[in-house]
């Protein structure tokens, strides 16, 4: 049988200090998504920059210990792709791959910690944009494992319950920002499906910027497949 935990309203985050976003994961996802041992950077403190330095990217003095690189966005993209095959694995043995997603999304997204997260996923027509965590779950686990999800979403985390053994990123191009906190890459990622081995190709724009700590944080997600 396969186990699930749905996700409440309760789980909406509050806006929260970036010294106090670290919480233990739990089977049911109440407080602002957090960290997880998906994260493999680590490096010294930066300053997140604010919104209006993300409109007009005006640039500011920045150490070379806490700038953003394309090898910290490799290292992101690498995390994301192995949370999708784990939440993929962690439902096809039965586990509560919804708790496996929350874990996951709070350790790439901003959502909680930035003002906005923009987030345009592939396979979404009636609610195309996702602003909250609660879609952007609904859309990763499947509708109907979420309160409030939306009946459209059949989890693309676990690819409609056929799962994915691997997802790699082929960046056309990534490019760091004046601020030297925010990165922008764009390429196409590569899915394979775990029941049939079909691969699957999306075009994808990726935005990442970093949080005290030196951590990687998504702020910006669109994909795609394309055109034809």
């Known amino acids: 049988m396969i186990r699930t935990s749905r996700l409440t309203n309760a789980i909406i985050p509050r806006i929260i200090p970036y010294s106090k976003c670290t919480y233990p994961p739990t089977s049911r996802l109440t407080s602002p998504l957090t960290s997880s041992t998906y994260t493999s950077i680590s490096t010294p403190t930066s300053t997140p920059t604010s919104a209006s330095t993300l409109r007009t990217f005006t640039a500011k003095a920045t150490s070379i210990d806490t700038q953003i690189t394309k090898e910290k966005v490799l290292e992101a993209q ?3 792709g192995a949370a ?5 694995s962690t439902y096809s043995s039965g586990g509560d791959f919804v708790s496996a997603a929350s874990t996951a999304a709070s350790s790439l997204y901003g959502y909680g910690i930035f003002p906005s997260v923009l987030f345009k996923p592939t396979k979404a027509t009636s609610h195309p944009f996702r602003p909250t965590p609660e879609e952007a779950m609904s859309y990763f686990v499947g509708g109907s494992n979420v309160e409030g999800g939306y009946e459209e979403d059949k989890g693309f985390a676990i690819n409609g319950g056929k799962g994915w053994s691997s997802v790699s990123f082929n960046n056309h191009d990534c490019v760091i920002l004046q601020s030297r906190t925010e990165a922008v890459a764009s390429g196409v990622y590569n899915f394979t499906c775990a029941t049939t081995g079909e691969v699957t190709d999306v075009e994808y724009t990726f935005g ?6 030196g951590e ?8 795609s497949v394309p055109y034809e």
């Open 84 to 88: 999708i095959v784990h939440i993929s």
């Open 216 to 223: 990687v944080r998504i702020w910006l997600h669109h994909s």
């Open 78 to 80: 690498k995390a994301w």
């Open 208 to 213: 990442y910027r970093m949080i005290e700590g």
